[in-house]
Nanobody, 119 residues
Framework: QVQLVESGGGLVQAGGSLRLSCAAS????????LGWFRQAPDKEREFVAA????????SYADSVNGRFTISRDNAKSTVYLRMNSLKPEDTAVYYC????????????WGQGTQVTVSS
């Protein structure tokens, strides 16, 4: 079984920065990619960024491209999301998730960490 634990959320002023971490446990050799998603109040969950577990292919939502950076440390089984130039519209619960090899969907999810950006 895979377990994911996010940390690093908090309250920050607009223009500030935060770094989220997601520590994964379990059979990491079956990981294909790790992703970050977010869900704001009364909105659907949306994709933020993803990185492959092998290699270094990354992808970003248009809304965060150029401001957020995803990275991983395989030795620590941890993925990070560095968020710069934060905006009030970035306020949401941020979740990390794992997509396994051969799967289309992200099957394992963390509990989420709250990010609040004040104007």
């Amino acid at each position: 079984q895979v377990q994911l634990v996010e940390s690093g959320g908090g309250l920050v002023q607009a223009g500030g920065s935060l770094r989220l971490s997601c520590a994964a446990s379990g059979r990491t050799e079956y990981f294909s990619a790790l992703g970050w998603f977010r869900q704001a109040p009364d909105k659907e969950r949306e994709f933020v960024a993803a990185v492959t577990w092998i290699g270094n292919a990354v992808s970003y939502a248009d809304s965060v491209n150029g401001r957020f950076t995803i990275s991983r440390d395989n030795a620590k089984s941890t993925v990070y999301l560095r968020m710069n130039s934060l905006k009030p519209e970035d306020t949401a619960v941020y979740y990390c998730a794992v997509r396994r090899v051969g799967a289309r969907e992200y099957a394992f999810w963390g509990q989420g960490t709250q990010v609040t950006v004040s104007s």
